[in-house]
């Protein structure tokens, strides 16, 4: 899954229909992840609660989609439909998780949130931006979805640029938790504070499957041919670059050793590293 030990990469240029995309995407994963899940653990009541479609419900907030349109409106300078309809819309998507007693109603214990972050100013004036999403963004969206002090909120949130160091600094709260997501060189990456809280409802924000998880980092592994060279592409390095657990990371590089003749996965010193084989 993630963790919060990050090596800070300089953020890729993104447009306007990449940001879209990958937006799209995100909450295609989150959704799919959510309806795959039979129960929620609720550590306010430290009880799991059953997620299963009649127990759930799902609803969107357009405050931010609403803002997206409106600084279209003010900032762009001609082709305003077009330029809207490329933008990404900055979502937010509620799955509440309802739970009634024998007696009483229906009420929501558990709420699975997936918020999106994209530079909307710069996408409309410039068409891309490589600009990272800071803290008070972060911290006005949590608001808008933590709203109740007897609801546990899992939010996840997704920049289409990537996050500002200091973002890792408001993941915990009293009644909620929050996973941050980004791309990196076409790999989907989840970082989250190690809270107890966490249990298996960390699984929601793994967005990719192991199969991608091996072909991130192949793609990451052939771009980077001077670590290699130097004898510095670990376990450890793919690690803090991609955050995916060790263990996938050693089946990858077994992969590409075995499929590349001058590619040793050597094991013989920690951390595990792929070296380079001269003649």
Same mark, same amino acid.
């Given at each position: 899954?993630?963790?919060?030990?990050?090596?800070?990469a300089r953020a890729a240029e993104i447009d306007r229909l990449a940001a879209q995309a990958a937006e799209e995407s995100y909450f295609e994963r989150i959704t799919a992840n959510v309806n795959s899940t039979a129960g929620i653990f609720d550590p306010g009541t430290n009880r799991t609660f059953d997620a299963s479609p009649r127990n759930r419900v799902t609803k969107t907030l357009d405050e931010r989609s609403s803002e997206v349109k409106s600084t279209v409106k003010r900032l762009a300078e001609k082709d305003l439909m077009r330029t809207y309809e490329e933008m990404p819309k900055n979502g937010i998507v509620l799955h509440e998780v309802h739970h009634k007693e024998?007696?009483?109603?229906?009420?929501?214990?558990v709420t699975v949130a997936a918020a999106s972050f994209s530079p909307v100013?710069?996408?409309?004036k410039a068409g891309s931006s490589r600009r990272r999403i800071g803290t008070d963004e972060? /911290?006005? /969206?949590?608001?808008l979805v933590v709203r109740s002090e007897s609801v546990f909120y899992y939010v996840g949130a997704f920049a289409t640029t990537g996050w500002d160091d200091e973002a890792r600094r408001a993941l915990v709260g009293t009644n909620y938790l929050i996973a941050l997501s980004d791309r990196m060189e076409g790999a989907w990456r989840t970082y989250y504070s190690p809270d107890p809280r966490w249990r298996a409802a960390s699984r929601l924000f793994d967005l990719t499957t192991e199969e991608e998880k091996v072909e991130a980092i192949r793609r990451w592994v052939t771009k980077h041919t001077f670590e290699l060279l130097m004898d510095e592409l670990t376990e450890d390095t793919v690690f803090e670059e991609l955050g995916y657990a060790i263990p996938i990371v050693r089946e990858a590089f077994e992969l590409i050793a075995a499929s590349d003749r001058y590619v040793r996965f050597d094991t013989s010193t920690r951390p595990y590293r792929l070296v380079r084989v001269y003649g």
């Open positions: 899954m993630g963790s919060t030990r990050i090596r800070r024998i007696l009483g109603r229906p009420s929501v214990r100013e710069d996408l409309v972060l /911290v006005r /969206v949590k608001d």
